[in-house]
């Protein structure tokens, strides 16, 4: 299973970004995807997640009503759309599948992760 995850850069603060996912390798529309982040010196912590038809969704209450999570299972790729974004939006991002088919938060879930793509909001 590989996971590639694109789409960061450097943005200013109050712009946006969509990060996107795409998955091989395996059954896309069969798993549940996560997005997570890892800031520099910090743990890496959970952002959003989406099931795996996509009815139902999770976020970590700082990005609630900024963020919005969303997959194409036709083209085995999930997104995270990112708006009003915030210096504290800085951080390395991070795909995941986990194989229970639920918008899980628990990191220790999701068995697969891609490589990460960077994200820098300047203030």
């Known amino acids: 299973v590989q996971l590639q995850a694109f789409g960061g850069g450097l943005v200013q603060a109050g712009g946006s970004l969509r990060l996107s996912c795409t998955a091989s390798?395996?059954?896309?529309?069969?798993?549940?995807m996560g997005w997570f982040r890892q800031a520099p010196g910090k743990e890496r912590e959970f952002v959003a997640a989406?099931?795996?038809?996509?009815?139902?969704?999770n976020y970590v209450d700082s990005v609630k009503g900024r963020f919005t999570i969303s997959r194409d299972n036709a083209k085995n790729t999930a997104y995270l759309q990112m708006n009003s974004l915030k210096p504290e939006d800085t951080a390395v991002y991070y795909c995941?599948?986990?194989?229970?088919?639920?918008?899980?938060?628990?990191?220790?879930?999701?068995?697969?992760w891609g490589q990460g793509t960077e994200v820098t909001v300047s203030s």
């Open positions: 995941a599948t986990n194989p229970y088919g639920l918008a899980l938060k628990e990191l220790g879930r999701y068995d697969y």
């Open positions: 390798g395996r059954t896309f529309s069969r798993y549940a």
């Open positions: 989406i099931s795996w038809v996509g009815g139902s969704t």
